[in-house]
Antibody, heavy 125, light 109 residues
Framework: QLQLQESGPGLVKPSETLSLTCTVS??????????WGWIRQPPGKGLEWIGT???????YYSPSLESRVTISVDTPKNQFYLRLTSVTAADTAVYYC?????????????????WGKGTTVTVSS | ESVLTQSPGTLSLSPGERATLSCRAS???????LAWYQQKPGQAPRLLIS???NRATGIPDRFSGSGSGTDFTLTISRLEPEDFAVYYC??????????FGPGTKVDIK
């Protein structure tokens, strides 16, 4: 059974860099049909897609965060990572990683079928 | 980039009642690109529906999705106590790129 687990510091100072790891177990991150992504949820608010990576390293980012975000992957470790620079209080959120499942109907389309439990990151001095 | 709106913002209903949640896109979308998620307090979202109408594994048949073009609906035929939660629609925009709607909270009347 595929499981995802986020990990990283729960507290980050303003202007510093937020770094999180998502560890995938029960399956390989190198599957051909799937991407792997990060989503966040500020306290009391809705879900925001941050970005997505393919095991080959191809990345796709939300336009609103693209200038500050880097997502990377380590296939031997079955992990992928989020790096968000120059954080402010507005980046305080629960951060989730999720598999973007690729469904094929003559073309691929994607949705998030397996999620981690989330990790809370607070930006504060 | 299509924007999603969901209505109502909050739906107050009693167990056993029917819930009808709306998701509207700002432009026509591929029906396959629309998904629905359920989120309970303190939990991660859970996939309910993909491709606008395909129930995910383990999702009870009281949940159904429908719609096309710009208008999509999630229906819960008879609310169970565990169904009171927030529901999000999500659009796959290609590339891949994703957009979430703002959510509809279904609470107990």
């Amino acid at each position: 059974q595929l499981q995802l687990q986020e990990s990283g510091p729960g507290l980050v100072k303003p202007s510093e860099t937020l770094s999180l790891t998502c560890t995938v177990s029960g399956g390989s991150i190198s599957g051909n049909n799937h991407y792997w992504g990060w989503i966040r949820q500020p306290p009391g608010k809705g879900l925001e897609w941050i970005g997505t990576i393919f095991y080959s390293g191809s990345t796709y980012y939300s336009p609103s965060l693209e200038s500050r975000v880097t997502i990377s992957v380590d296939t031997p470790k079955n992990q992928f990572y989020l790096r968000l620079t120059s954080v402010t209080a507005a980046d305080t959120a629960v951060y989730y990683c999720a598999r973007n499942f690729g469904d094929y109907v003559g073309y691929f389309y994607y949705y998030m079928d397996v999620w981690g439990k989330g990790t809370t990151v607070t930006v504060s001095s | 980039e299509s924007v999603l709106t969901q209505s109502p913002g909050t739906l107050s209903l009693s167990p056993g009642e029917r819930a009808t949640l709306s998701c509207r896109a700002s432009e026509n979308v591929n029906t396959n690109y629309l998904a629905w998620y359920q989120q309970k307090p303190g939990q991660a979202p859970r996939l309910l529906i993909s491709g606008a109408s395909n129930r995910a594994t383990g999702i009870p048949d009281r949940f159904s999705g429908s719609g096309s073009g710009t208008d999509f609906t999630l229906t819960i035929s008879r609310l169970e106590p565990e169904d009171f939660a927030v529901y999000y629609c999500q659009l796959y925009g290609g590339s891949p790129l994703f957009t979430f709607g703002p959510g509809t909270k279904v609470d107990i009347k």
